[in-house]
């Protein structure tokens, strides 16, 4: 890892918290529907349309108010009245307001690493609700370059690449999703390391074993500062 | 304008057709609810509901989706049925997947600047939503840099300025808002060449005299061509 010039961060549940927001703004969902059907179901039924729009919408909470919405007509069978609609635009807004957590360590972490290495924050979602909750963390003065993605695949990497004029193989990033943070780095030549947070959007999970001499887990963020000396 | 090195385009409205789209949409959502209000006061009560929710959507497709689903639930009472809502998820989708009109003359000039300056692409809006366009578009070759900003203001300018290692003074903007792509760039102390297009959302509009020796107006793209000899 003596080569490593670049390291990037991935933000939600990397940064900080935010799959924990969107479980509890579908469990409410989940409880308006519970006339219509078992909360679990209304869940199944809400991925099924996410999964359907994601080509459509991408990432994110706009994308996510708009998909609950479909499914709450779907569900409801078109039965249900105007004001479920009004709640579900409600619970949307309160996520896309709510008060960003940094996760424990980061703040440490960036501040030793900073000065060492150029830092990069890469994201996925809707650009203006990654910019807000940047600014909110207090984190921004540490990154010399945000990067908010529409997909986090090679050819979204290669760009990011090439927009900090970085070579792979001086590349690390760092995030929770062995799918989105270490899996198409490693493809380009990069270097990965993973640090998991104990919930996860199903759309993230793979069934992967990685074996790679560019790849480490982390238990936690603060044991980068250990990998990197 | 001698010392320009790169030039950026907006790309709604001035490298390709967006908001005839956006008010063909927005007409057919005023008949949907022909039945409660007539056209010209939806779309009234639809304007006033986008810039309340500007500040926590954003620009783009989806945050309009929203938009009229929170103005169809206020301008009908509550009394709507879910199938408007399903119709007005239909209409966006439908804006979302609309095909790319690149504009006359847009392919010609980026082909004859490419080579002698660095072409840029700064737009604003969802982030998938411009990558799509720009893609269907066919125009993506001529851009060495993308940037999908969050707003237009001096702030994003700046940002995107750092992003591409460029000076204000060999920096030229071109684009169809005298709000989004002109003023902002003068007051940094940039280049910028006005394309005016005949179909302009309200909150583009300025009521304003430009009067700077770094400002051109064109009459359409192909003028740019002129300007730069």
Known sequence: MKNIRVIAFDADDTLWVN???YRKTEDRFCELLSGYMPAESVSEELFKTEMENLPVYGYGAKGFMLSMIETLIRVSDGKAGLELIDQ??????????????VMEG???????????????LATKGDLLDQE?????????EHFH??????EKNTRGYRKLLRNIDCEPECFLMVGNSLKSDVI???????????VPYHINWAHELVDQEIDNPRF????????LLKILQ
């Open 106 to 120: 980061v703040r440490d972490v960036l501040e030793r690493l900073n000065g060492n290495y150029r830092l990069v």
């Open 88 to 101: 579900v635009i409600s619970l949307g807004k309160e996520l896309l307001k709510k008060p960003v957590e």
């Open 216 to 223: 480490l887990e982390a238990k936690n963020i603060s044991e």
């Open 145 to 150: 370059h945000i990067e908010i993605m529409s």
């Open 132 to 140: 807000r909750k940047l600014s909110w963390s207090g984190l921004q």
């Open 184 to 194: 198409p780095v490693l493809e380009l030549g990069g270097y990965a390391v993973h």
């Open 19 to 21: 799959e924990p927001n």
